[in-house]
């Protein structure tokens, strides 16, 4: 039985506009959620946006791909446009610094300071996995940091597609120089906040419908204030006398629901 959560790279710059931001890493996603799967092992799969198929509202979006279809199928990295867009952003030479904290596998985080240098970036490594967690979150959430890129771990105490998306990336989240901003990715993107309002509005009126939590999810993966990576897993081995064996994604095991024979 394997579980999972979600790895992911946010980048940020308060000093820039949103398309700028889509530009610097929604052209790194072309090229790294693969790679990125076989440097994570356990069973990781590739994903390129906030929802994992377990959320109401997921559907498989993939626009960041040459030609990319309704299917959402992935055929390859499309670096062409990649590079297109970071020479249309004028951006190409920047120095960027990938925060690692603890929870990414070092391997994952050096690949993707060798692609960001592939893409015309100067990019650098700081090592905050050892610190304790509560330090390192809140040297990374505090804006008054300016760390720019960072990768992170995530899941949800719950699967409400409200726990990924607003949480992370409504405005009310949002805590300028704050140790517990929650919004770390630091976009307040009026659009979303309406869709995520939809959303929340049909999932109060009981509504069956979970195209508004779709359409939040895609305007998170055109925003790009974050590059989602993979969706890690692990694996839980049990003896072939414990029946009605039961996980969920955020607490693993629930010891409560089994029994042994």
Same mark, same amino acid.
């Given at each position: 039985?394997?579980? =999972?959560?979600?790895?992911? =790279? ?32 356990? !069973?990781?799969? &590739? ?18 791909? &040459?030609? &990319? ?23 190409? !030479?920047?120095?960027?610094? $990938?925060?690692?904290?603890? !929870?990414?596998? &070092? ?12 893409? !015309? ?41 409200? #726990? ?10 949002? *805590? ?19 869709? *995520?309002?939809?959303?929340? =509005? ?14 939040? %999810? ?12 993979? *969706?890690?897993?692990?694996? *839980? ?8 064996? #039961?996980?969920? =994604?955020? #607490?693993?095991?629930?010891? %409560? #629901?089994?029994? $042994?024979?």
């Amino acid at each position: 039985m394997s579980q =999972a959560g979600e790895a992911r =790279a946010t980048t940020r710059s308060s000093s820039t506009r949103a398309s700028d931001r889509s530009t610097t890493s929604g052209s790194a996603e072309r090229s790294t959620t693969r790679s990125t799967a076989r440097l994570v092992g356990t !069973g990781a799969q &590739p994903t390129c946006q906030t929802l994992t198929p377990w959320f109401t509202g997921y559907k498989r979006y993939r626009p960041y791909t &040459p030609d &990319p279809t309704e299917s959402g199928v992935w055929s390859a990295p499309d670096l062409a446009t990649a590079r297109r867009l970071i020479t249309a952003s004028h951006k190409c !030479g920047t120095s960027v610094t $990938i925060w690692l904290t603890a !929870g990414t596998p &070092p391997p994952v985080a050096r690949y993707l300071v060798t692609l960001l240098d592939q893409l !015309g970036y100067q990019a650098r490594l700081r090592d905050v996995s050892t610190e304790p967690y509560s330090q390192e979150y809140a040297q990374i959430a505090d804006s008054r940091t300016r760390a720019q890129a960072f990768t992170f771990e995530d899941g949800a105490v719950y699967p409400a597609a409200s #726990q990924l998306i607003e949480t992370y990336f409504g405005c009310n989240y949002f *805590i300028p120089n704050s140790p517990v901003n929650g919004n770390i990715a630091e976009l307040c993107d009026p659009r979303l906040d309406a869709r *995520i309002s939809n959303a929340l =509005a049909a999932e109060a009126g009981n509504s069956p419908d979970a195209q508004p939590w779709a359409r939040a %999810d895609r305007a998170v993966v055109d925003d790009a204030p974050q590059v989602p990576l993979v *969706i890690s897993g692990y694996v *839980i081995f049990v003896s072939n006398r414990v029946g009605n064996f #039961q996980a969920s =994604a955020e #607490q693993g095991v629930l010891p %409560d #629901q089994l029994w $042994i024979r």
